[in-house]
Structures are given as structure tokens and as C-alpha cells.
């Protein structure tokens, strides 16, 4: 039987945080901000948020595949932003789909994408459903919605252990591709904080970024090929390790979210299963001279697999908010060789700026326990709070962008102070930022902004909109990016339409009059039809 997972927030219907979690935090909050206490709001149940009667009726042959009922529609509705679980707390679903396809196969998704063609209907793939972006939610506009569900097209077809490949169906979810390739060698290893709700066509298609922080951090570093359904035909590129041929096909799709078809299978890199491993957790006296030490590391071509950079407020429990101090988080794997050498010359790099790196470094151990473990059980159970901040009221939400390292501290405190003063312009309140790094180039890093404070219960979703567009239209404003690994969506359609160059935009729009001639495919996501 299916997991079932919550239609209104991260994660299945049975779970949750403890109390053992939820009472300190909470707790903490309401003395950050001088608070008695919350209010809280519970959450919605299904019954509650009444839904327009569907707009649709499945011919005949489609009906075993295609489903109209309330909770099923419900959990396609939006996805897992704050934003979205906003919605569901106001018990507010004005636009959900009028069906859900499930198909089992590639013919079914041709089927279904005939039936959407003939009864004028948008269609919207769906992976796993955690877009925070808007990515997968109905357009207002559209007068008939079918979302389709790649689900059941969920194996690990083929695997060539000559060339450490993958054929993988597109609708597979992230835990499914390493349970089926548990009995070999290898691993896919692209791993992110929505790993276990998400999918690999998902990721294909909105260029997710991974467990890498470095060399192999999005999912462009995997694909070998894809095979996609488009409403003009089937397309499938040839399986390379690598080709000097023209523009790539395979990049029209990765990060064409929904807009041109509905990638089935992709071809993909997998890597042996890491048997060494070398970890440390390593403290500065604030971010830039961290930031210092992650720069002068990547650009030694070290490569290590987590070289992630954050202020100790936000990543170790007992740290005062008027603390500077940041702490490096630190790995490399291998499943070929011993890593003392490269984790030797990072400390040495670290030592360099300052950086003291806690008691137990160097230990295949390490990203277990000391900062490195507290920010990793952190790191996994932050999606799981969002449901919570929403029912108190507590603004919580992030963004993330880049920068080249010459401008990255002046970039950093206006982003900062941006935010710090639009959180105060808003709620009337001072409110907390804080930032790491997750991913790190030779070049610059990803900047992943955390905020929080206090908002008006009366007005929590317009305020939240208003905060978080502010912060997100800086970043292109001051020369960033809208987003570094969340995909466009919806939400950030109007800073991207600034970021990139309009004759690009054309050219987009040319490929989609191909492709989807009738503009049905997720339309007013990267493009206007």
C-alpha cells in the first residue's frame, strides 16, 4: 500500500516532530521575540477546504489511470513551499486540478496527453510534489486541469556496470533508485533535502542541486540521455558520455519544468559506493574568513563531497544570535582510495584563515557527531518545522542565489540588510537572517538566505509574499541569481523574465511551438506559450 503523504504540508500523514523537539523550539522563538506564547492553528483536514466539483470526465479507457477525488486532488494542488502550506492552514485551494492522471507506462502518457490535446485541458507534470517554486499548482487561467503523475513509472530498468550507468524511469522517487541498486556496486548519490519526496524526472526537470558541494552538485552531471513525451511526438537522445554535436537536446529538457513534455526515462551516471571517508567540522571567527577558507579549497581542485560554510547560530544548537562565529562543515568519500592526504591540505587551508577545527576531525566519523552531526540532524528534520511555524504564525522561509567571489561579501550584507529591514518594514518587528553555503564552485558559491520573525496571523500570507519577494527580486537586482537550485516555477517567473535575455526568451518560446503547439504544458512556468 502507498505511503500516504500529508496533503498540506512535508512529508507522510504518519509523521511528525516530537514534543521532545517542538516544545524547545518553540520555546526559543518566544524568547527570541519577547513572546508569552502562540496561538495555534491546527491543521486543516481534508473536509474542511471544499473544492470546486471537477471540470472533466475521464473517456471510458483512461478511467482505470485517472482519478477525480477530493483528497487526491487536494494533495496535487500545490506544493511544499511556505507559501503553500499557508494555503492549506487558510483552508484555501481555489484552483486545484479537476484530475489526476496516473499512468503506467510511456503509451499511457501518450494517451493522456491525446485526451488533454482533445478536450483543450493544461496538463501538469508531477513528480514528487515538492516544488517550493509554484511549479506544479494550476494556473488561475486555465479552464480544465489535468495533472499527470509519473508515480508508477518507478524502476530501474537497465543498469551497465561496464560504463556505470543507469536507464531509470522518470517517476521514480529518490530512496526507490538506491533500494533497487542496493544488490550492486554502485549508487546515484544526488541526494538533497527532498530526497525522499521527490523524483528523478522531477530532478531532471527543474536541474535540482545535490549532496555534492562540489565538482558534481546538479543533476546536469548525471544525465547521459533522456527519453521525453511531448505533445508533438517522442523524443530520445543518443546515450554519450560526452558530444561536440551542436546545442545539446538533453539541455533543452534539464530545467524545462514541465513546459515541453514529460521526461519517462533518463540514462544516468552512478558512481561506486564510497568505502573511505574523511570528515571535520572546522570553526571561524566569522563567515568571511570562512568563506576565505572555502574559496582558496575549491579552487585547490580538492573536491571534497560537503564543503559547507554556515553561521553557528543557525546550524549549532546554544549559540547566541549576536555570535559571528561560523563553522565549516567538511567531507570527502572515495571509493577508491584513502582520503588523509586531501583532508590533511584542507586543515592546513583552514588553519591558514583561522579555522580550528573541533576535536575529531579527520574521522570517517565525524559528520556524526560535534557541529557537523548537530548540523546534519538539523539539516534533515528542518522541513518537518514548516507546518508548525505556519499554525503559530512565525515567518520562516529562505532563498538562495550566487555570486563570483570578488563581490561576494559586498553581496552578501546588502542581501542581509535587505532583508533585515523589509522583515521590520512589514511585520513592525526586528526579525533574524542568517546564511550558509551549500554548494561551492571555483568561481563563487550558492548564498541559501534563512529568515524568520513574527507575522500577523490576520495577514500571515500577505505578508510572507511580500517578504520573500523582496529578498528574492534583490538577489537579481544586485547581480545574483533567482534561484541556484529550486527551479523558476511560478513564484520566481517575474525575476527570471529580468535575469534572462529576452532574445533567449524568444528562442524558448520557438522550441515550445514545436513541442507543445497548442502551449498545454504547464503554461506561465520559464515562458508565455
Not at 496535487?76 to 486545484?96: E, I, L, Q
Not at 553557528?312 to 549559540?319: Q, Y
Not at 571509493?335 to 577545527?357: F, N, Q, S, T
Request: net charge neutral.
Amino acid at each position: 500500500m502507498r505511503r500516504q503523504k500529508k496533503f498540506y504540508a512535508w512529508g507522510y500523514a504518519d509523521e511528525d516532530l516530537s514534543a521532545d523537539e517542538i516544545v524547545p523550539w518553540e520555546a526559543e522563538i518566544a524568547q527570541r521575540y519577547g513572546l508569552d506564547g502562540f496561538d495555534v492553528t491546527p491543521p486543516p483536514r481534508p473536509e474542511e477546504i471544499t473544492l470546486r466539483a471537477p471540470r472533466v470526465a475521464p473517456p471510458p479507457a483512461l478511467q482505470p489511470i485517472v482519478r477525480t477525488d477530493h483528497l487526491t486532488r487536494l494533495e496535487h494542488s500545490y506544493g511544499k513551499a511556505g507559501f503553500d502550506t499557508t494555503r492549506m492552514f487558510m483552508r484555501s485551494v481555489p484552483n486545484p486540478p479537476d484530475a489526476v492522471a496516473f499512468p503506467d507506462n510511456e503509451q499511457d502518457v501518450v494517451r493522456v496527453l491525446d485526451w488533454c490535446d482533445s478536450i483543450g485541458a493544461t496538463a501538469i507534470p508531477y513528480g514528487g510534489g515538492s516544488s517550493v517554486v509554484k511549479g506544479i499548482e494550476a494556473p488561475a487561467a486555465a479552464d480544465k486541469v489535468v495533472t499527470i503523475s509519473t508515480r508508477h513509472m518507478d524502476k530501474v530498468l537497465e543498469v551497465d556496470p561496464v560504463s556505470h550507468a543507469a536507464r531509470i524511469q522518470g517517476g521514480i522517487y529518490g530512496p526507490a533508485i538506491e533500494d533497487q541498486l542496493r544488490d550492486s556496486p554502485f549508487t546515484m548519490r544526488h541526494y538533497m533535502q527532498a530526497y525522499r519526496c521527490s523524483t528523478l524526472g522531477g530532478w531532471i526537470a527543474t536541474r535540482s542541486g545535490g549532496h555534492y558541494a562540489t565538482l558534481y552538485t546538479h543533476i546536469d552531471d548525471f544525465v547521459e540521455s533522456t527519453r521525453v513525451v511531448t505533445p508533438a511526438g517522442t523524443l530520445e537522445t543518443r546515450r554519450l558520455p560526452g558530444s561536440g554535436a551542436g546545442p545539446s537536446p538533453d539541455r533543452l529538457f534539464i530545467g524545462s519544468e514541465g513546459i515541453l513534455g514529460i521526461i519517462t526515462e533518463a540514462w544516468v551516471r552512478l558512481r561506486k559506493k564510497p568505502t573511505f571517508r574523511a570528515s571535520a567540522s572546522v570553526r571561524f571567527k566569522d563567515f568571511f574568513a570562512g568563506a576565505d577558507a572555502v574559496r582558496d579549497i575549491t579552487q585547490a581542485n580538492l573536491y571534497p563531497a560537503n564543503c559547507r560554510l554556515l553561521e553557528a547560530r543557525e546550524a549549532l544548537p546554544g549559540i547566541p544570535w549576536s555570535s559571528e562565529e561560523a563553522v565549516l562543515v567538511l567531507a570527502f568519500e572515495s571509493a577508491d582510495h584513502p582520503l588523509d592526504a586531501w583532508m590533511k591540505r584542507a586543515l592546513e587551508i583552514c588553519a591558514d584563515h583561522g579555522g580550528v577545527a573541533d576535536a575529531g576531525a579527520d574521522d570517517e566519523n565525524a559528520h556524526r557527531s560535534g557541529a557537523a552531526g548537530a548540523w546534519r540532524n538539523r539539516f534533515i528534520r528542518a522541513p518537518h518545522y514548516g507546518e508548525h511555524a505556519v499554525a503559530r504564525g512565525i515567518l520562516s522561509s529562505t532563498f538562495e542565489t550566487s555570486m563570483t567571489w570578488d563581490r561576494v561579501r559586498d553581496f552578501h550584507q546588502k542581501i542581509t540588510a535587505i532583508t533585515r529591514d523589509t522583515i521590520r518594514r512589514v511585520t513592525g518587528r526586528d526579525g533574524t537572517v542568517t546564511c550558509r553555503f551549500t554548494h561551492v564552485y571555483p568561481d563563487g558559491p550558492c548564498l541559501y538566505f534563512t529568515f524568520s520573525g513574527i507575522l500577523d496571523k490576520r495577514r500571515q500570507l500577505e505578508q510572507l509574499m511580500e517578504v520573500l519577494s523582496t529578498c528574492t527580486a534583490a538577489t537579481v537586482e544586485h547581480g545574483g541569481t533567482t534561484t541556484h537550485h529550486h527551479a523558476v516555477g511560478r513564484f520566481h517567473r517575474p525575476f527570471y523574465d529580468k535575469q534572462r535575455p529576452e532574445l533567449f526568451a524568444r528562442a524558448l518560446r520557438g522550441a515550445k511551438r514545436e513541442l507543445d503547439p497548442k502551449g498545454m504544458m504547464n503554461p506561465g512556468v520559464l515562458i508565455d506559450p
